[in-house]
């Protein structure tokens, strides 16, 4: 990575060095692993804002351009002409694949959609109101504990064992989380249905009648797995890649990915953001919202708005929108009261100043969740569908991680401000 080029930082009398490397896309990154050695002190970066935590060639995100590459392509080709599975291949292995490798690797995803039989009693512990993101980090970390023979990370083969495993339980571990939920019986994958059908008929069926898959249904799914599969270093991934780095087995670290990914600021979001989009209700109390956001003094925020990266607008959510007016135009439903409020609060925002200023606008997350309950998704399976579909980008991450020889585990340091040495005094003298 050395480019020979470097920038100096003057500590006191003392020059420090620290060389510069320059990425294929993206700003130039400071090398500043010498400084507490050579300088005597820490960076310090809560947040991470302006902090690289690694090298990756899977995904990036131009914040200012609205631009998201996985392995160099734009999402908006690979949302609207490739599919969630040919994503995972592309996330996985770096190129898109042949008919021919296609083909195998959407078998053996397919060989692995179903739980050991035993899963079935782990999930009956829960209690039947359980949130279904509770279910799903317990049941993906209790895998640890089903599939031993893939757990060992230091067997390349156990971990291509692992990933497969994983991302093709996902859609039974959160649609059976959601049976559970409801108290319908839990229904099997089937071979013959391909990946987000599979999903949908696993929620929808019930053993007392035959269940159609509806084509238009299955590739919006497909389509919002797509947008959702990965993301550069966002909190979750980087929990994983965390996780990892102590060199727990895959099922921990995706469970770590999950649970961090349920916070309503991250992946919680999809869920806050349509119980938002209820409170508010109709179009006319948008500027009581829309100042209670602009409020330093309210904690309440614009769920769906916003982004650490993204500084011009979310690529992901201008698909999502397109995708919202036609899965409803398709299912007939064209006076959804949550759509309405959602593009006027978008309109409204947008034409703010402070939104202008402050370079929030839509995410992701805005728009997902109206396509999801038209389905017939309710608002908790939200986040379960987002774990569900980042499950690969997690995965990737963490095997490049596994895969470069330089990583160590990862340990930051701080910016002490507590009590210095003080001798301890026995409770009759306090
Ligand atoms: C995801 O990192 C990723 O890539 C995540 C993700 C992925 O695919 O993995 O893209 C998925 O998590 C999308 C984001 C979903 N979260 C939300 O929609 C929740 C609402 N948004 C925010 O909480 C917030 O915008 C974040 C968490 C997304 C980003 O927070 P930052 O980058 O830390 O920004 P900040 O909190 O420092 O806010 C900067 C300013 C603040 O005002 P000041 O203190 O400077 O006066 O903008 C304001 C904030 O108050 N602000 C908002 C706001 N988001 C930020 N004000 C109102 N509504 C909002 N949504």
């Known amino acids: 990575m050395a480019d020979n080029k470097s920038a100096t930082l003057r500590l006191g009398d003392k020059d420090i060095d620290l060389p510069i490397y320059s990425p294929t896309a993206g700003p130039d990154v400071v090398d500043i692993r010498k400084l507490y050695a050579e300088g005597g002190v820490f960076t310090y970066d809560p947040g991470f804002t302006s902090t690289a935590s690694c090298d990756s060639t899977i995904t990036f995100i131009d914040g200012d351009k609205g631009e998201l590459l996985h392995r160099g392509y734009p999402i908006d080709q690979l949302a609207g002409k490739s599919h969630y599975l040919e994503v995972c291949y592309l996330l996985l292995y770096g190129e898109l694949p042949t008919g021919a490798e296609l083909e195998d690797f959407e078998a053996r995803v397919t060989g692995h959609t179903m739980l050991h039989e035993q899963m079935t009693f782990f999930f009956r512990g829960f209690r039947r109101d359980a949130h279904p993101m509770a279910i799903m980090v317990g049941v993906v970390g209790a895998m640890s504990a089903f599939y031993h023979d893939s757990t060992d990370i230091a067997d390349p083969w156990q971990r291509e064992v692992a990933s497969i495993r994983l991302i093709a339980k996902m859609p039974t571990i959160a649609a059976w989380a959601y049976k559970f939920w409801i108290g319908q019986p839990f229904i099997y994958p089937r071979n013959d249905l391909?990946?987000?059908?599979?999903?949908?008929?696993?929620?929808?069926?019930?053993?007392?009648?035959?269940?159609?898959?509806?084509?238009?249904?299955?590739?919006?799914?497909?389509?919002?797995?797509?947008?959702?599969?990965?993301?550069?270093?966002?909190?979750?991934?980087?929990?994983?890649?965390?996780?990892?780095?102590?060199?727990?087995?895959?099922?921990?670290?995706?469970?770590?990915?999950?649970?961090?990914?349920?916070?309503?600021?991250?992946?919680?979001?999809?869920?806050?953001?349509?119980?938002?989009?209820?409170?508010?209700?109709?179009?006319?109390?948008?500027?009581?919202?829309?100042?209670?956001?602009?409020?330093?003094?309210?904690?309440?925020?614009?769920?769906?708005?916003?982004?650490?990266?993204?500084?011009?607008?979310?690529?992901?959510?201008?698909?999502?929108?397109?995708?919202?007016?036609?899965?409803?135009?398709?299912?007939?439903?064209?006076?959804?009261?949550?759509?309405?409020?959602?593009?006027?609060?978008?309109?409204?925002?947008?034409?703010?100043?402070?939104?202008?200023?402050?370079?929030?606008?839509?995410?992701?997350?805005?728009?997902?969740?109206?396509?999801?309950?038209?389905?017939?998704?309710?608002?908790?399976?939200?986040?379960?569908?987002?774990?569900?579909?980042?499950?690969?980008?997690?995965?990737?991450?963490?095997k490049e991680q596994l895969d470069d020889p330089e990583h160590k585990i990862g340990r930051p340091r701080q910016l002490y401000q507590g009590a210095t040495l003080r001798d301890y005094v026995d409770v009759e003298d306090r």
């Not at 500027?287 to 925020?301: S, T, W």
């Not at 398709?330 to 309109?347: C, F, H």
């Open 194 to 398: 391909d990946y987000a059908g599979n999903f949908l008929r696993m929620c929808f069926a019930v053993p007392a009648e035959e269940y159609e898959v509806n084509p238009i249904l299955s590739r919006a799914m497909d389509r919002i797995f797509t947008l959702h599969a990965d993301h550069e270093q966002n909190a979750s991934t980087s929990t994983v890649r965390l996780a990892s780095s102590s060199g727990a087995n895959p099922f921990a670290c995706i469970a770590a990915g999950i649970a961090c990914l349920w916070g309503p600021a991250h992946g919680g979001a999809n869920q806050a953001c349509l119980e938002m989009l209820e409170e508010i209700g109709t179009v006319d109390r948008i500027p009581e919202f829309i100042a209670r956001a602009k409020d330093r003094d309210d904690p309440f925020r614009l769920m769906g708005f916003g982004h650490r990266v993204y500084k011009n607008f979310d690529p992901r959510a201008t698909v999502m929108k397109q995708s919202a007016d036609e899965v409803l135009d398709l299912l007939g439903i064209d006076d959804n009261p949550k759509l309405q409020v959602a593009k006027e609060l978008e309109k409204v925002a947008l034409a703010d100043p402070y939104f202008a200023e402050k370079k929030l606008f839509p995410n992701v997350d805005f728009y997902s969740g109206i396509i999801l309950e038209a389905m017939g998704f309710p608002t908790s399976m939200f986040t379960p569908i987002f774990a569900l579909s980042r499950t690969v980008g997690w995965i990737s991450q963490w």
